[in-house]
């Protein structure tokens, strides 16, 4: 079954700190990941996936198909990154399963 | 810039109560989604359209069920409220091309079933 995990709820770091926000996927075939972010009273939106292979807003995320991660990175977090954060993946139907997802909180 | 509008932003209903609610989108998107967001449990996909009329079953259908009578609008509907359907329900859409993967929220229902 296709399937996305995040084990972390709650990711607490530091102003400055790197950040690294786990995702473990189940899929055969060639996946397609994504990350979600939901800043405090904004609506979900797209972060970046992992075809782009693009730097937004500081963060990455690579696809490691041994390990089947693909976790989203930041060398130096700041406070305007607290926000909840959901990988997600795409089936064969092309609908996205999402994880649990991930509160950040970056304190100063 | 895409729109998704839903209805309500706050809702609290009884139980037993039939529950209607509202998504709109400007975008002339084919698909559209409703999702309930649950702390832990994150998005779970309860229905989906890929087309006027047409919908298809998520994860979590159970207790609700779904109307597009047209492209821009997609509604939810629970026959009869329960307290477990107390959430936070997200719609979405897409375009139906290669940037499917890419779904457009709206601001969210907050339903409170007491």
């Known amino acids: 079954a296709q399937r996305v995990t995040q084990p972390e709820k709650l990711l607490s770091v530091f102003k400055g700190a790197p950040v690294e926000l786990k995702c473990n996927y189940s899929?055969?075939?060639?996946?397609?990941l994504f990350w979600y972010v939901q800043y405090s009273r904004q609506r979900l939106q797209l972060l970046l996936r992992?075809?782009s292979r693009e730097s937004i807003k500081g963060f990455t995320a690579d696809l490691n198909k041994g390990e089947t991660s693909f976790h989203l990175k930041k060398p130096f977090a700041q406070e305007e990154d607290s926000a909840m954060y959901y990988c997600?993946?795409?089936?064969?139907?092309?609908?996205?399963?999402f994880g649990q997802g991930t509160t950040l909180q970056v304190k100063p | 810039d895409v729109k998704v509008t839903q209805s309500s932003r706050y809702l609290v209903k009884r139980t037993g109560e039939k529950v209607f609610l509202e998504c709109v989108q400007d975008?002339?998107?084919?698909?559209m989604f409703w999702y309930r967001q649950d702390p832990g449990l994150g998005l779970r996909l309860i229905y989906f359209?890929?087309?006027?009329?047409?919908?298809e079953k998520g994860d979590i259908p159970e207790g609700y069920s779904v109307s597009r009578e047209k492209k821009e609008r997609f509604s939810l509907i629970l026959e009869s409220a329960s307290t477990n359907q107390t959430s936070m329900y997200l719609c979405?859409?897409?375009?139906?091309?290669?940037?499917?993967?890419?779904?457009?929220f709206g601001p969210g229902t907050r339903l409170t079933v007491t």
């Open positions: 979405a859409s897409s375009e139906i091309s290669l940037r499917a993967y890419e779904q457009y």
């Open positions: 992992h075809i």
């Open positions: 359209s890929y087309d006027v009329k047409m919908k």
């Open positions: 899929y055969s075939g060639s996946p397609e």
């Open positions: 997600a993946i795409r089936d064969r139907t092309g609908k996205l399963i």
């Open positions: 975008m002339d998107h084919e698909n």
